[in-house]
């Protein structure tokens, strides 16, 4: 199975701040790579399809890039409804995965 | 409005079987592949299993292969998980999300709530 790792598992910042988050794939998935965000007690939310696409209603401040193995996701201005935990999704291969989660928190 | 509820879920002994069901609505389900992910109280998600939009192929991750079989009923717009030789580290919150798109894209758009399945003694 293709592992991917996130970094780091957590962070702390600020309101205003820039931020981003990292995750590495053990092997090329292309830009077969989401982001989702997740907030205690609910459901995961999709952020990012695709590497860098921004799913419907989700807001601008959030921006993905890479390709191949290596993956960022960035907040451009955190807001306080962004502290949450994050997670990227490989769907390169049949059998999908997770990376372990990046804890974003309040400074 | 897109609906996805779960159910099936609650205690189990080790070694026994549980059926999750996912009720689908908002949208044409038969059009979808449709994954079931779970999630230990605290921890990191665990992507389980996923299903072709026709139910003609199901895929899983190691760990329940042989155990654990993912089915569908397009007639009824449902997601089932059927879950045999349950063990402890079973236990989880287990989620139905649906493809974001028809065109088979791996991103999971829609969730529902969860259902939790506890295997203990």
Known sequence: DIQMT???????ASVGDRVTITCRASQSISNYLNWYQQKPGKAPKLLIYAASS?????????????????????????????????????????????????????? | EVQLVESGGGLVQPGGSLRLSCAASGFTFSSYRMSWVRQVPGKGLEWVANIKQDGSEGYYVDSVKGRFTISRDNAKNSLYLQMNSLRAEDTAVYYCARDRTPVTSGSSGYWGQGTLVTVSS
């Open chain 1, 6 to 12: 996130q970094s780091p598992s957590s962070l702390s």
């Open chain 1, 54 to 107: 921004l799913q419907s209603g989700v807001p601008s401040r959030f921006s993905g890039s890479g390709s191949g193995t290596d993956f960022t996701l960035t907040i451009s201005s955190l807001q306080p409804e962004d502290f949450a935990t994050y997670y990227c999704q490989q769907s390169y291969s049949t059998a999908y995965t997770f990376g372990q989660g990046t804890k974003l928190e309040i400074k």
